[in-house]
T-cell receptor
């Protein structure tokens, strides 16, 4: 089945210790997104890739970086996690040409910062 | 600014019908989505409306009125597994997806 996969599902890191979250997709979608979602809040878009073009949201902290080495994979790097970065991180994909650009989500990675 | 409004929480009874409303003010409009999100899980796509009217999909229906900036999600024959948050999201003129904070739906036996 075509899908969006995120690893790991749960990640525990220490305050200030770099962490990388990964996302892969078998949908062959050209757009990939990273969202941060805290409890009872809307998903907050951090950045997205349109093919290889990187688009950073204006209010995304510099602490968050991303890489997309190929169509299938995308990584979220948090350089120095703080307690406030504990959240669910959601990866999503969509396809240009799909009229509504429906976004399909992976299962998410829940990040805990100790 | 851009804004999506939906109730924070609703309660309904198993077997009943519930309507979750969403109003929006965005710069342009390229469609409205409803997503379901169970606690601790990712959102899953339910529906997409870009034209006025009602779209029916099994027990779930979604309605859109662009002139009123209004949509609702109608859930029929409620089941306990429908307990979840329901997120309304609108695509603006730049195809940015603007999210509501979600409506937590609690189903009681």
């Amino acid at each position: 089945d075509a899908m969006v996969i995120q690893n790991p599902r749960y990640q525990v890191t220490q305050f200030g210790k770099p962490v990388t979250l990964s996302c892969s997709q078998t949908l062959n979608h050209n757009v990939m997104y990273w969202y941060q979602q805290k409890s009872s809040q809307a998903p907050k878009l951090l950045f997205h890739y349109y093919d290889k073009d990187f688009n950073n949201e204006a209010d995304t902290p510099d602490n968050f970086q991303s890489r997309r080495p190929n169509t299938s994979f995308c990584f979220l790097d948090i350089r120095s996690p703080g307690l406030g970065d504990a959240a669910m991180y959601l990866c999503a994909t969509s396809r240009e040409g799909d009229g509504g650009k429906t976004q399909y989500f992976g299962p998410g990675t829940r990040l805990l910062v100790l | 600014g851009q804004n999506i409004d939906q109730p924070t929480e609703m309660t309904a009874t198993e077997g009943a019908i519930v309507q979750i409303n969403c109003t929006y003010q965005t710069s342009g409009f390229n469609g409205l989505f409803w997503y379901q999100q169970h606690a601790g899980e990712a959102p899953t796509f339910l529906s997409y409306n870009v034209l006025d009217g009602l779209e029916e999909k099994g027990r779930f229906s979604s309605f859109l009125s662009r002139s009123k900036g209004y949509s609702y999600l109608l859930l029929k024959e409620l089941q306990m597994k429908d307990s979840a948050s329901y997120l309304c999201a609108v695509t603006d003129s730049n195809y940015q997806l603007i999210w509501g904070a979600g409506t937590k739906l609690i189903i009681k036996p």
